[in-house]
T-cell receptor
Framework: GAGVSQTPSNKVTEKGKYVELRCDPI?????LYWYRQSLGQGPEFLIY????????DSGLPNDRFFAVRPEGSVSTLKIQRTERGDSAVYLC????????????FGEGSRLTVL | AQTVTQSQPEMSVQEAETVTLSCTYD???????LFWYKQPPSRQMILVIR??????QNATENRFSVNFQKAAKSFSLKISDSQLGDAAMYFC??????????FGKGITLSVRP
């Protein structure tokens, strides 16, 4: 597609459930990032992929959070045993090879944990 | 670690007037990029303007320009001839050698007709 696509747009789940959030980056972009944005705050870095491998996962808050990018394109963010504090908008961004710094963002997945 | 600070939570501007949004950052790197992103209610972050640290000339994109003061670690955004469509949250962001964007807390800009 022309832009970064994220699904679902909105997800409501119950505390303790497992959720998956999907990101389809711009074709050809090797870099892929996940961010989490709480209400009224700036996005916070979670994890960065360069190709298939996680180059930096230092932002993942705990071991309930995991992300994969098995073929170097689509990525899935997985959250186990969700907690109410996980409620936020999860943003995905992709960028071309080489560090120009510019990222292209999707519209995010809003996760609500009841 | 790099930090980005936006100390103004909200600003308001009259349509057609000029407004300046402030941002400061802290880093020990000499080569990096600075950005201003706009986030409307649709949630999608849209790049407004980019500045490479090695360039002394301030970036300009149509009605948007920056005042980049490297020694002071300051990076403000000026919006000229403000339009109703400029109303949004604006985020200042930094990217260095580790290739990840670090964002400030953002500022909500409202435009009065």
């Amino acid at each position: 597609g022309a832009g970064v696509s994220q699904t679902p747009s909105n997800k409501v789940t119950e505390k303790g459930k497992y959720v998956e959030l999907r990101c389809d980056p711009i074709s050809g972009h090797t870099a892929l990032y996940w961010y989490r944005q709480s209400l009224g705050q700036g996005p916070e870095f979670l994890i960065y992929f360069q190709g298939t491998g996680a180059a930096d996962d230092s932002g993942l808050p705990n071991d309930r959070f995991f992300a994969v990018r098995p073929e170097g394109s689509v990525s899935t963010l997985k959250i186990q045993r969700t907690e109410r504090g996980d409620s936020a908008v999860y943003l995905c961004a992709s960028g071309p090879a080489g560090n120009t710094g510019e990222l292209f963002f999707g519209e995010g997945s809003r996760l609500t944990v009841l | 670690a790099q930090t980005v600070t936006q100390s103004q939570p909200e600003m308001s501007v009259q349509e057609a007037e000029t407004v300046t949004l402030s941002c400061t950052y802290d880093t020990s790197e000499s080569d990096y990029y600075l950005f201003w992103y706009k986030q409307p209610p649709s949630r999608q972050m849209i790049l407004v303007i980019r500045q490479e640290a090695y360039k002394q000339q301030n970036a300009t994109e149509n009605r948007f320009s920056v005042n980049f003061q490297k020694a002071a670690k300051s990076f403000s955004l000026k919006i000229s001839d403000s339009q109703l469509g400029d109303a949004a949250m604006y985020f200042c962001a930094y990217s260095g050698a580790n290739s990840k964007l670090t964002f400030g807390k953002g500022i909500t800009l409202s435009v009065r007709p």
